[in-house]
């Protein structure tokens, strides 16, 4: 294993599941928000915004909001990083 590998972070995407998913504005404009971005940082710490489209539809801009802190939205971050977690060791480089 090389000692001067540096991963700054990872990232994975997670889709909201529709009972979880809630609603957000941004200069006058609606979003439902159905997806998150989670990233491990570097010291271990999760990050995670939630991203979603205009409840009027459109497209709207790739817009970034904040989590609510609801355990039911905690308890999805943490056990889709598991999932990704199973990922990544299974993983297989592919040329």
Do not use: C, H
């Not at 529709?18 to 928000?33: A, E, G, H, I, K």
């Not at 539809?57 to 970034?64: C, D, L, N, P």
């Amino acid at each position: 294993m090389r000692d001067d590998v540096e991963v700054s972070a990872l990232a994975i995407n997670v889709a909201i599941p529709d009972d979880l998913q809630w609603t957000d504005s941004r200069r006058d404009v609606v979003f439902r928000l159905t997806t998150l971005n989670v990233r491990l940082l570097p010291d271990g710490r999760l990050a995670a915004k939630a991203y979603g489209r205009p409840v009027d539809g459109g497209r709207g801009a790739y817009t970034s909001f904040p989590v609510p802190d609801r355990p039911e939205l905690t308890g999805l971050i943490g056990e889709a990083a598991k999932v990704a977690a199973g990922r990544w060791q299974t993983a297989s480089v592919q040329g």
